[in-house]
T-cell receptor
């Protein structure tokens, strides 16, 4: 069974640009969550999508957005990139049921804003 | 309250020793408590998890101890090995909510 796939693995973008990150969940998983990981702030929740609908949202500015497609693949978008957005962006997939369950992470996308 | 508090921040253990990482939570609605292991440059990998109706779960050298009344849970790594050197995160989740992570513990196992 294939794991969670994130592309690209590394991304260098100029401040002010827009970036799009992609996540393919484990087959059968309907929930995809996105996290930002930095040395100072740890793992911070961005948002979660379940069956193409945003179900949960963290405390990030509106420059961060996402979407989920009918095949459960998800994209995360950062508009007007800032230097402070440099981080490892992780997505996690899970079945997404009514009780907590296993969530599996991808390798992450290392985003560097210059 | 969604916070999960994790300690210690860093831990140095000799090879063959026992590594113990502790977490505490406030939200009694949490119903699933996983531990993740993360190596540099990699995403967190699910290590072991427990539900609050169980006081202990063991998988190989890894054991979770859960104290529901104290709202605390801990990870014990028996016979710690240099290959266990990584950052460990506890987490908690309830139903349709997102994972809430602890701040992480950097474990170093010295040979």
């Amino acid at each position: 069974k294939a794991g969670v796939t994130q592309t690209p693995r590394y991304l260098i973008k100029t401040r002010g640009q827009q970036v799009t990150l992609s996540c393919s969940p484990i087959s059968g998983h309907r929930s995809v969550s996105w996290y930002q990981q930095t040395p100072g702030q740890g793992l911070q929740f961005l948002f979660e999508y379940f069956s193409e609908t945003q179900r949960n949202k963290g405390n990030f500015p509106g420059r961060f957005s996402g979407r989920q497609f009918s095949n459960s693949r998800s994209e995360m978008n950062v508009s007007t990139l800032e230097l402070g957005d440099s981080a490892l962006y992780l997505c996690a997939s899970s079945l997404g049921g009514n009780t907590g369950t296993e969530a599996f992470f991808g390798q992450g996308t290392r985003l560097t804003a210059v | 309250q969604q916070q999960v508090k994790q300690s210690p921040q860093s831990l140095i253990v000799q090879k063959g020793g026992i590594s113990i990482i502790n977490c505490a939570y406030e939200n009694t609605a949490f119903d699933y408590f996983p531990w993740y292991q993360q190596f540099p440059g990699k995403g967190p990998a699910l290590l072991i998890a427990i539900r609050p109706d169980v006081s202990e779960k063991k998988e190989g050298r890894f054991t979770i101890s859960f104290n529901k009344s104290a709202k605390q849970f801990s990870l014990h790594i028996m016979d710690s090995q240099p290959g266990d050197s990584a950052t460990y995160f506890c987490a908690a989740i309830t139903g349709r909510r997102a994972l809430t992570f602890g701040s992480g513990t950097r474990l170093q196992v010295q040979p």
